[in-house]
């Protein structure tokens, strides 16, 4: 076990310390003390243990990597802004991926779904706040009889005009329009706000 000491933040630091400065042999302890958390972070991003496997792998590489020149307050925000970008920048590859090959038809798996940039710059904790909000919305949308479901994701999610729904779906606009009225009439009879908290 390591040598940890005390719950107070001076100790941690010197922990800290003592960690880094003994060299590569000593990060097993940090992966100690850490690991777990880690894990939790990255798959509450994943949503897969294999994938959150090997993006733990890389996140602890990058952390071992950077430990020299690290300032060790805020240690717990590093390691986890480390490990949620690493996961995010991940799970982006892998939908260009699916995007390219064509698979891949979710809601959530739609580059349109991901993170705004304002969201990618918060700090790792609202990140992880607003992708599990977006997981809640889209679990919701799953509800939605097949004729909305997917003008819902044009318009809301994917930010298409009525004019490019309708080209794209092969509709005159005012149907499109029509479409999300009842709709929008669907959610307001079948949910609740409490569906979302």
Known sequence: MHGKGGNDI????????????????????????????????????????????????EALLAISRALPECRLEGFKTWITRIAVNRAIDYRRKRQRQEAKSGSGEGLEDSPEFMMTSEECDSSPPDQLIAMEERRRVQDKLEELPPEYKGIVRDYYFRRRSYQEISEERGLKPKSVESKLYRARSWMRRHWRREDFD
């Open 10 to 57: 001076q100790s941690d630091i010197e922990w800290l310390q003592s960690v880094r400065d003994g060299g590569p042999e000593r990060f097993g302890e940090i992966i100690d003390e850490y690991g777990a958390y880690l894990y939790r972070t990255v798959y509450a991003v994943l949503r897969s243990p294999q994938d959150t496997e090997d993006v733990l792998q």
